[in-house]
């Protein structure tokens, strides 16, 4: 009996709505209990649970069995009691593996419990000792260790009715933070007995206040990180103190506090904390949820992109109805509105698992989407883009033509229609906060997706009269929307080049399917490697160039497995007036060196550029 991983989901989560302790074992090579060993794990469980019945769980084995019992009843015995805990049994070709649920109040103590409870099994099975009561002693150590106590209890009881987030600052801590932001009190729950009774939340919180700020989350599996900062940036030119989370950092009120890919679940709380944001914007993606479950218990309007094919085959996610039920969360988890894709069934269909105060609100990019069409007839609101290029904003039959999407610099003059449906996904968020749709034009005219707002995610520089397209695309969907793009800005004679890779952790099916859309889009293809995730050297650049091949096998399809060299070797082979895509998966210093060993006076010039606008900022 093994434990092959655990991890506490601390908010909700794909299992449940709430904390979740999720374990995954394995039972292979444990025999099948007998019995009169099942008495004898009978008995354990009257030691634990005097005159109870623990609960009996179905389509599992009797080994199993015990064991997810002894997990309840041990918790219960602690002090801490779970309302929920089951054991599923994985489906082939893991027949003897198990996922252990249960909701906790405390890591420690859940951890500790099922380790117990794994002790337990194992010594009935190969009839060996164990000392039960030394080990309930420990248990109950760590139990009393962090019992919270009773007027502190009453506090926070009253803060859940409520509804006031709560938030232990620290696993073993005294401090709790209630309420979010601006609106957040932090209170001192130190064991002083009966004096903590006479603190009232009425004291902290006003009687119609229930801590919270506007929080808006936002998934999908391409286009988080530009929409997130679009909203964002939205928001403060019309006055209010942000905090925004993105793979590329942490930004409060626009500046940068911490950088890296901080798109989880403590980066979220991070944001939540801070007593000086008035909105929280928050890119919440796939991995992030599958660890850590989400930092907040709902947000006011939960954005879902889209989904396509992208980390399959990763933590138990093996389809795209399966990530569609990850993405899905941050929907479920709106409690006033969820901004969902039209032009994607999968987002469609998140609609009917919304709570039943939240209003779904769609976009597209096609004006005669019939869901789109539909939902305008029963009244309801969304957003698309008309065939003169407008952004649209509906109330049922109510239309407002808000901005073009030609007008804003992160579409590149239009080509861009993945960034054009980001702004509409961000349209609709605002419309739904309440903001003047000529407030949201004005601010969207203004943002810019370059090195410095939004880095290495479609920006446009210029080599030697050649165009340089910079962009993160990672997975096939978004190599088909910058292929796209590029096309689209394409003129006369100027020839296209890519270069290329992918993160190793794709299927060889996807990374073939990448190859198979670059070798019908671009002239000359380069594949290079950076980010092999675990994979041996050259097997992505070996699957890319062999879809290329298979679909353009008379193209210039060259395997540089060196990021700066790579970009050197296409901006060597492009001439002026072309352009060149670099999917570039390393940071903005990889790319100003591949530009040097080409042309190092514009290297600096674009060096220089940059440093200017961090400086700026």
């Known amino acids: 009996m093994k434990i092959l991983d655990s991890r506490f989901l601390r908010g909700p989560n794909i299992y449940r709505m709430g904390p979740c302790f999720v374990s995954l074992l394995d039972l292979q090579g444990d025999r099948k209990i007998e019995a009169e060993e099942l008495q004898a794990g009978a008995a354990l469980l009257q030691t634990l649970m005097p005159g109870r019945s623990p609960p009996e769980f179905i389509d599992i084995n009797e080994t199993a069995q015990l064991l997810v019992r002894l ?4 918790q219960v015995w602690a002090g801490f009691p779970p309302t929920f805990c089951d054991m599923v049994k994985l489906s082939p070709p893991a027949p003897e593996r198990y996922r252990l649920l249960c909701d906790y109040h405390h890591e420690a103590v859940a951890d500790e419990a ?10 009935i099975l190969n009839q060996q000792p164990l000392d039960f009561k030394a080990r309930l002693a420990k248990l109950r150590e760590l139990a009393d260790a962090r019992a919270i106590a009773p007027a502190a209890q009453v506090v926070l009881r009253a ?27 932090h209170y001192q729950a130190w064991p002083t007995g009966c004096n903590d009774r006479a603190l009232a939340l009425s004291a902290m919180f006003a009687e119609n206040n229930d801590g ?5 989350a936002v998934t999908g599996t391409n286009g988080k990180t530009t929409t997130t900062l679009l909203i964002s940036h939205v928001l403060r030119g019309c006055g209010a103190r942000t905090g925004t989370t993105t793979t590329q950092g942490i930004y409060i009120d626009g500046q940068c506090v911490e950088r890296g890919d901080c798109s989880g679940y403590w980066s979220a709380r991070r944001v939540l904390t801070d007593r000086s944001v008035e909105v929280a914007t928050l890119e919440t993606a796939r991995g992030g949820i599958l660890k850590r479950g989400l930092a907040f218990d709902r947000c006011d309007v939960g954005v879902v992109l889209n989904v396509s094919s992208d980390h399959l085959g990763l933590d138990g996610v093996e389809t795209l109805n399966d990530l569609a039920h990850v993405k899905g969360l941050v929907a479920r988890c709106a409690r006033y509105t969820a901004v969902l894709n039209a032009d994607d069934p999968l987002c469609v269909l998140m609609r009917d698992t919304l709570s039943p105060d939240c209003k779904p609100v769609f976009f597209a990019m096609d004006p005669r989407n019939q869901v789109l069409l539909d939902h305008f007839r029963g009244g309801a609101a969304g957003a698309y883009l008309n065939d003169e290029g407008w952004l649209i904003w509906c109330r049922g039959s109510k239309c407002t033509k808000v901005v073009r999407a030609k007008d804003l610099p992160f579409t590149m003059q239009g080509h861009a229609r ?18 003047e749709t000529a407030e949201i034009a004005r601010s969207l005219t203004g943002f810019v997706s370059d090195a410095q707002t939004n880095p290495l995610r479609g920006n446009l520089f210029e080599v ?6 910079v962009d993160y695309a990672h997975n096939v969907v978004a190599y088909r929307a910058v292929c796209e793009m590029a096309r689209s800005m394409q003129k006369g004679t100027a020839r296209l080049l890519g270069v290329v890779t992918s993160p190793g952790d794709r299927r060889y099916e996807d990374l073939y399917e990448m190859g198979q859309v670059c070798g019908r889009t671009f002239d000359e293809l380069v594949v290079y490697e950076q980010d092999p995730r675990g994979r041996c050297a050259g097997t992505i650049t070996h699957e890319i160039l062999r879809g ?9 399809l060259h395997n540089e497995p060196s990021i700066r060299h790579a970009l050197w070797r296409g901006l060597t082979a492009a001439n002026s007036g072309d352009l060149l895509v670099f999917t570039c998966a390393g940071t903005f210093e990889d790319l100003v060196e591949g530009i040097r060993l080409k042309n190092p006076a514009e290297a600096e010039r674009i060096a220089r550029e940059v440093s200017t606008l961090h400086s700026a900022t």
């Open 159 to 185: 803060a859940r009715q409520r509804d006031i987030p709560i938030l232990r600052l620290e696993e073993d801590g005294p401090y709790f933070a209630l309420g979010w932001g601006v609106n957040q009190q």
């Open 464 to 469: 030697d009269g050649v165009k340089l397209i």
């Open 212 to 216: 919270r700020i506007p929080v808006v």
């Open 114 to 123: 099922l380790r117990l409870s794994i002790e337990c099994v194992t010594a």
């Open 71 to 74: 997990m309840f009843a041990t």
């Open 548 to 556: 290329a091949s298979s679909v353009a096998p008379g193209k210039l």
């Open 418 to 435: 993945h960034n054009t449906a980001n702004a509409l996904a961000a349209l609709a968020v605002l419309c739904c906060l309440g903001f």
